[in-house]
């Protein structure tokens, strides 16, 4: 197993994508810390199930006390942090709209959880993989930021923001030995996609498949081993990219 001895903390973990990096990350052999503002009994038990070692920690990544409190709940149960996932956003809980349609609650709270969220995370972690002797953060983007997405100004600039937080730690915290990268993926078959994209879902996901190189929605199965990569050692020297997991819609 790749990563035996690694504490992993993923936020946004009691669903979708952020528990499909749990169980994964698990079977490889690290801890996980699932956080979320939601319950994550289901991602624990899940990884349990298994044989794999995981903790449930309430958090709102909107409250710094919140995110300094998931961090020592990391360090109680498990002794260090190794790798901070940068999950939790507010994608499934919104809906898309038109650009001047969107609410100034919905615009300011998207900012919020998607960017804040992440530099708080960041605060609360960073010392804490220091203290490990280096680390990894992954921090989730999308294609919305790298193609353009429209019907979702607040989403598309909120993960474009995602790209300049992780280039410019990527560049801040590269001689702590802390490697800062982003993973950005096309969509998604989770209840996250059902609830933002609502009723137009089945004529979305079709544009979006058909725009691929690969021409098919991806599942969640489809992610893991990105993040298994960017979490081991295999990726020692990447730091500061945009990973596209998008099926060969962006081409660099
Ligand atoms: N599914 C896709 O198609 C897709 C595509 C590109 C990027 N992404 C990104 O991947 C990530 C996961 O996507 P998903 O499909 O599982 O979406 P999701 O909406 O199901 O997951 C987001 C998780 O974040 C949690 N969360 C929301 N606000 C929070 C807060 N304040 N504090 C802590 N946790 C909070 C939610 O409870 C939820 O569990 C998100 O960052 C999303 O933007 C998803």
Redesign the pocket.
Known sequence: MQLNNKTVVV?????????AYCEALAAEGSNVVA????DTKETVEAVASTGGKAIGVH????EMA?CEAMARSAIEAFGQIDSLIN???????ISGGRFDQISDEQWNNVMN??IK?IWQCCKACVPELRAAGGGTIIN?????ATYGMPYALD?AMS?AAVIGITRSLARELGRDWIRVNSV??????????E??MGEKREKTLAVIAGNQSLGVN?E?KDMVGTIIFLVSDASRFITGQTIMVDGGTTLL
């Open positions: 936020t946004g973990a009691a669903r979708g994508l952020g528990r956080a979320d503002i939601r958090l709102d990544v909107t919140s999950n939790a956003a507010l994608y499934g809980d959880v998607n969220g989730i983007s999308s294609l919305a989403y993960k950005a993926p096309s969509a998604v078959l989770t209840e996250g996609t609830g933002f991806l969640p």
